[in-house]
């Protein structure tokens, strides 16, 4: 069982990214999925949330606009695209996995990012250059 996020680079200010989040050994349909990141030097963050069956996906305010997440069932991949990124947005970027019969309660009535994620994947580093 892995959880896998990929699709950093590097990007100039203004540019974009897609991040992919991928499962193995498991099907992400059950499951609410987080995006995090952490910068150099800071805790970890919050970025985006979609619950299980895809709907109210969840952005943190610095990202509202620029980022927007989706789930490809088919495929069993939950995408971050990003646009209009900028020096701020470097980080390592991870996706983690909450079965969703378990943690919706907290996802919906609390914080998508409060929820006792079961997977996390390796992270991918996002740089963004000026």
């Known amino acids: 069982v892995q959880l896998q996020a990929s699709g950093g680079g590097l990007a100039q200010s203004g540019g974009s990214l897609r991040l992919s989040c991928v499962a193995y050994?498991?099907?992400?349909?059950?499951?609410?999925i987080g995006w995090f990141r952490q910068a150099p030097g800071k805790e970890r963050e919050g970025v985006s949330c979609?619950?299980?069956?895809?709907?109210?996906?969840y952005y943190t305010d610095s990202v509202k606009g620029r980022f927007t997440v989706s789930r490809d069932s088919a495929k069993s991949t939950v995408y971050l695209q990003m646009n209009s990124l900028s020096r701020e947005d470097t980080a390592i970027y991870s996706c983690?996995?909450?079965?969703?019969?378990?943690?919706?309660?907290?996802?919906?009535?609390?914080?998508?990012?409060?929820?006792?994620?079961?997977?996390w994947g390796q992270g991918t580093l996002v740089t963004v250059s000026s």
């Open positions: 050994g498991f099907t992400l349909d059950d499951y609410h």
């Open positions: 979609i619950s299980s069956s895809g709907s109210m996906p």
């Open positions: 983690a996995a909450a079965l969703s019969r378990r943690h919706s309660g907290t996802y919906y009535s609390r914080s998508c990012f409060e929820v006792g994620y079961d997977y």
